[in-house]
């Protein structure tokens, strides 16, 4: 009776320990020795990568999307029972008075470099987080954007949750997806130029090289003129912009200022009116949670080629 008791004492002992999940987090690995209980989420893409993995009965809450106008009726059905928490970036005390021991955010969606909530400050409260991982070139220097920045928070996010199983299946089914579509997709040889309009008349706030558009632009046969921008979603300057010439134009929906309002703007700006895509009307919208990592990215990936080719 006495060895029964020993090996399991030493089986209690060591379970801890093998429950611990470790996942890299843009330059940090994080280490949970229990799936989170009471999550936060912030913004509109990131709250729908932790619904379509099922995690809504782990929410405490989400925080970010009403005060930028990005929920729709899709995600409003998803949400209903959850408070918003913050309608934009949450303090730390808000955080800390829903008791969350997990928040998921990024850096630009939820969190500033050097500001209150980080995950060195959220730490001492036993609040962890994981990063989004198209936010980590604001930390340090990450590859160019592709689809697999998206298919790796859900799966990494699976790992956390100890729902891998289902993080995987999830993210096979896209890839396939993706892939038979692609297969289908019938190009020119040279691809599109695309410009992507976020916001902003006096200067246009856009997508650079490590925002998700340029992936799901070239995943739909096209090149984002500003592929060589070392940025992700900054501000240039519309000379810039004329000098490229795209194509095609890509506007983020979202907000106060409507996608009607932003062809037009680009329409009647005589300097505008000269590129291709405004002389030529091509103007295709993708709602901000297509435009943003997360689980609408292959349905917007269909929008544009669509769009480009036709098809």
């Not at 998700?212 to 096209?222: R, V």
């Not at 005589?270 to 292959?298: C, E």
Request: proline share 5%; glycine share 8%.
């Amino acid at each position: 009776m006495k060895r029964l008791l020993t090996a399991l004492a030493l089986l209690l002992s060591v379970s801890p320990a093998l429950a611990e999940t470790t996942v890299k987090s843009c330059n940090r690995d994080v280490t949970f020795d229990h799936p989170p209980k009471a999550a936060v989420s912030n913004d509109v893409n990131l709250t729908e990568m932790m619904l379509v993995l099922g995690l809504r009965d782990r929410m405490v809450g989400y925080t970010g999307i009403s005060g930028w106008k990005t929920l729709d009726e899709k995600m409003r059905e998803g949400i209903a029972e959850l408070p918003e928490l913050s309608e934009k970036y949450p303090s730390k005390e808000v955080l800390i008075g829903a008791d969350a021991d997990f928040y998921f955010a990024g850096w630009n969606y939820g969190m500033k470099v050097g500001g209150e909530v980080t995950p060195e400050t959220l730490e001492p409260f036993g609040i962890k987080v994981y990063e989004l991982t198209e936010s980590c070139i604001h930390i340090g220097g990450k590859p160019k954007v592709t689809m697999e920045d998206m298919y790796n928070d859900l799966l990494n996010l699976g790992r956390i949750f100890d729902v891998e199983d289902k993080a995987e299946a999830l993210v096979a089914g896209y890839r396939q997806e993706l892939e038979e579509f692609r297969a289908t997709l019938k190009t020119t040889s040279e691809p599109l130029k695309v410009f992507v309009y976020d916001s902003g008349e006096e200067k246009p706030f856009t997508a650079g090289r490590y925002a998700m558009p340029t992936a799901l632009i070239e995943a739909a046969g096209g090149v984002n003129v500003l592929d060589d921008f070392e940025k992700s979603w900054a501000t240039i300057d519309w000379e810039t912009v004329v000098e490229k010439n795209p194509d095609v134009v890509v506007i983020v929906n979202y907000g106060n200022v409507t996608a009607e309002q932003k062809r037009n703007f680009m329409r009647s700006n005589p300097a505008l009116a000269k590129i291709n895509a405004v002389k030529n009307n091509r103007f295709v919208t993708l709602d901000y949670v297509q435009a943003t990592p997360g689980p609408r990215n292959i349905e917007a990936v269909k929008t544009l080629a669509s769009a480009f080719w036709g098809q």
